[in-house]
Structures are given as C-alpha cells and as structure tokens.
C-alpha cells in the first residue's frame, strides 16, 4: 500500500486545508507513515506569505530528497500556485499543484500506480513554465505543464509523465515534473470537518480575499472571496460536536467577509448567532479577523456570550517601504496607549509582483530588523502584567494533546497556556482552571476538584 506523510505550513486555513487532503488520501486507499525515512510520498501544503517561508519550503524539499532519495514529493498549497517552476526544479519534486487543484491531489496520486495522470485536448501553457499544457480528463479541468527535466535536452513531443509509485530499492531516472496550476475557481472547495488534532480542530469556512493590498500576494493565489453555506457550516459544526469536540476554530483567509458572495442578508455576526442557537457546541473561537470587521456588535457578543472564546487575534500592518522614523515612532507610540496581550511580529517582506515590491524607498533590512526589536520591547512588559493579573483567577480552558516538560497543557478561553502539573487529564476536557503562578512566560494552576 503506498505510504505518504503531509507536513503543512502557514495559517489555520491552510492547515484545514491539509487536514482535508489528508482524509482524501486515506479515504483512497493510502497510509500514512510515521515518518519521512519511511513514505514513497512526501505531501507539501504550503505557504508563501513571506519570503522566509518560501526559503523553508526549498530547504525541506532538499532535506526530504536527501534523508529519502526514493521518497516522490508533491509540493501544493500558496507557493505552488505563486511560483510553480521554481519549485519544479527542486530536486526530488515529482508534482506540483497549486491551490487551483489542492482538491484534486488524491485523484493524481490515485491514478498514478497505474499510468499517471491521461491527458488529451491542448491548452494554454502556464506563464511561468513556458512550456506545453493539456487537458486532463481524469482530473478534470487542469492546466497539466510538463517541465523539462533539469539538465536534460527537450522531448520533441513531451507527453504524460511515468509518476508511479517506485517499488522499494528500485531505482529511476526522474521524469520531468507534472505542474497543475490553473485559474482559481470561483465555487468554494469545500474542506469537510476532519480534524488532524486530538483537539481545537479548525473549521475553514471562508476562501479567497477581494482586497488588493499593495503588499500582499495572497488574493492571487486564493482566488476572490468564497463562503461555506451556513447551512452547511451548521452540519459541520453539529458533526464535529458529535464526536466529541469542545472547540471548534473558524478559520478563513480573509474571515469578516464571510457571507458577502452569498447574499446581502448572510453576514459572519449572523453564522455566529446562528451557530450558537443551532448547535450545542461548547466554544467557538474566532480565527485571525481583519480590524475594520471587528464591530462593536462582534465585541458585544464576544464579550457576554460564554460559548465565545474571550480573544481576537487581528492583523496590524505597519512597517512598510517609504515606512520613516517618525512613521515608526507613531506605530510604537500606539502601541504603548493600548494594553494589547501579545504582538507576533515579523518584517515587511517583499513579494514578487506586488505594486508595494516594486515601490522606491525600500527600508533597510537591518533598520526593520532593528524595528522589529524595538516594538517586541514594548510589548514584553505588557505580556508580563497580563500574565499576572490571571493569577488567582479561575479561567475556563481546554486540555491540549501536548506537555510542557512531560506536564498537560490547557488553553484557556482568553488564549493562555496553562500548565498543570501533576495532572493526568485527559486532552479535550473543557474544565475551569483555577490559575496559581506565572513563570518564564508560562501560567500554572490546576483543576480544582
């Protein structure tokens, strides 16, 4: 039986997305193996929000080809669709499929043991690869590129690659890799409820972004704004209760404009309402939510409605090219008036064929490193008063599948870790926590009997 491992990377959508593939390839007839050294498939579900995160997909697909010389890796996800020849030239890539087919991948590797992937009826070729692309009848609507193998001299007439599983110890010449890119469709690839956690599993219920923020890439790779039907939310919701979860996250790329393809009436503040008086789900947490979505409303509810996770996780830009002294020292100083809890902070990255990358003024690497710095300062102070007034405080949280130094974790509603020492809870309890000391950045309590 072929054997695959799938590592994903970036946001919570994206790992729905993984958890949906996953449940794809198994339902196929594929196993997963418990490690690299053992899986003739190696699955990447990337990102490519940052050039750091490209760089790191590059690295493990060399990694992977290295410690696994026979292992065929298929590289999928926000990186294929951006930069699909890039990655086809990695040594060890045998597919490459963007987010335009990330639905279809147990139907390539299902077909590959037998003839790999039947093609007919020519089309376009992508504008990254150069090369001819075709049809394929057995994955549907495809732009399949045949990309020329490193080093060697150009087929006359390419055809369908040979990508069969390769039998231990046998060993092939590489084919060209297959790239499947294509426009990003309009209906919203739905991601049915499977949870690749013992607990938190997250939900995707929003695709795409029709914003055209000067820095970002990511609206050309998603695709515009698609949305799950609430009805369909709902089910999933109820399924995902039913086998006994107590924390759902709903996730999308750009979540706020949940509903807005759908009908002028469907809002994300009315599938939160709706969730909560059609299901009995225990908690709903909110993933990372645009600012200017977060209403007074959204607060309201947040803030009475204990079924909420008490926590908005919202994106902030600042730093930016032409980003000046002054620029930054009004960013530090908002900063300092606002008694946020935690700050993830990373540089401005430029991204290939985005007006901001092309844009004068570039800061320096070094004096947005620097930056950088400077904001995590004024934030760590914060982190630690916020961390002691949950002292003495009894906080409703969740048992984590994970351990601090061999001890269970929880988190709680407000998005704290926990740790409780002695404890042998089992994960995916939903319990109040009674909250005793803060050290090294951590909360420690336990389980009042």
Same mark, same amino acid.
């Given at each position: ?36 050294? %053992? ?36 590289? #999928? ?24 087919? /990330? ?16 093609? %007919? ?58 790239? $499947? ?26 695709? &795409? ?30 399924e995902l209760e039913q086998r006994g979860y107590k924390e759902i996250v709903l996730s999308g790329i750009n979540l706020g404009s949940y509903g807005r393809d759908i009908g002028r009436d469907i809002t994300f503040l009315g599938l939160l309402g ?26 309201? $509810? ?16 600042? &730093? ?33 064929? #985005? ?24 934030? #760590?102070? /914060? ?10 405080? /009894? ?21 704290? /870790? ?32």
């Amino acid at each position: 039986m072929p054997t695959f491992q799938l590592l994903n990377f970036g946001c919570r959508a994206s790992q729905a997305d993984g958890a949906a593939i996953k449940k794809q390839l198994l339902e196929s007839g594929l196993q997963e193996a418990e490690d690299i050294s %053992a899986s003739q498939v190696a699955i990447l579900n990337t990102c490519t929000v940052t050039a750091r995160a490209d760089a790191e997909v590059r690295q493990l697909v060399r990694r992977i080809h290295r410690a696994n010389p026979l292992c065929r890796i298929l590289v #999928t996800g926000c990186y294929a669709q951006r930069s699909p020849a890039e990655i086809a030239q990695l040594d060890g890539v045998v597919w490459v499929v963007g987010n335009s087919h /990330k639905h279809l991948i147990a139907d390539l590797l299902r077909s590959s043991p037998q003839s790999g992937v039947q093609s %007919a009826v020519s089309e376009p070729s992508h504008p990254e690869s150069g090369v001819r692309s075709q049809k394929s009848e057995a994955i549907g609507r495809t732009q399949l590129v045949q990309v020329r193998q490193r080093g060697a001299t150009p087929a006359s007439s390419p055809g369908p690659a040979d990508h069969s599983f390769v039998p231990d110890g046998e060993t092939r010449t590489p084919e060209p890799p297959t790239v $499947l890119v294509g426009e990003i469709a309009e209906e919203f690839h739905f991601a049915p409820a499977f949870p690749d956690e013992r607990t938190r599993p997250t939900l995707k219920i929003q695709d &795409g972004c029709n914003a055209r923020c000067s820095f970002c890439v990511i609206p050309s790779v998603r695709g515009r704004s698609r949305s799950l039907a609430p009805a369909r939310v709902v089910e999933q919701v109820r399924e995902l209760e039913q086998r006994g979860y107590k924390e759902i996250v709903l996730s999308g790329i750009n979540l706020g404009s949940y509903g807005r393809d759908i009908g002028r009436d469907i809002t994300f503040l009315g599938l939160l309402g709706r969730l909560l008086e059609e299901t009995a789900i225990a908690r709903l947490r909110i993933s990372s939510i645009e600012p200017m979505d977060v209403s007074a409303a959204l607060i309201r $509810l947040v803030a009475e409605e204990p079924r909420m996770a008490q926590h908005f996780h919202i994106p902030l830009q600042s &730093g930016f090219p032409g980003e000046t002294d002054q620029d930054h020292a009004a960013s530090a100083a908002f900063i300092e008036t606002l008694p946020f809890t935690y700050l993830h902070i990373f540089p401005y990255s430029a991204r290939p064929d #985005t007006p901001a990358a092309a844009a004068p003024q570039q800061v320096n690497g070094r004096v947005a490193r620097e930056r950088a710095q400077e904001i995590r300062s004024l934030i #760590t102070p /914060k982190r630690q008063t916020f961390l002691q007034a949950q002292v003495g405080r /009894k906080l409703s949280a969740i048992t984590l599948d994970e351990s601090e130094d061999g001890e269970r974790v929880a988190l709680s509603s407000n998005y704290l /870790k926990i740790v409780l020492p002695g404890s042998n809870l089992p994960p995916n309890m939903l319990l109040d926590i009674q909250v005793g000391r803060v050290h090294e950045g951590l909360l420690f309590g336990f389980a009042p009997e």
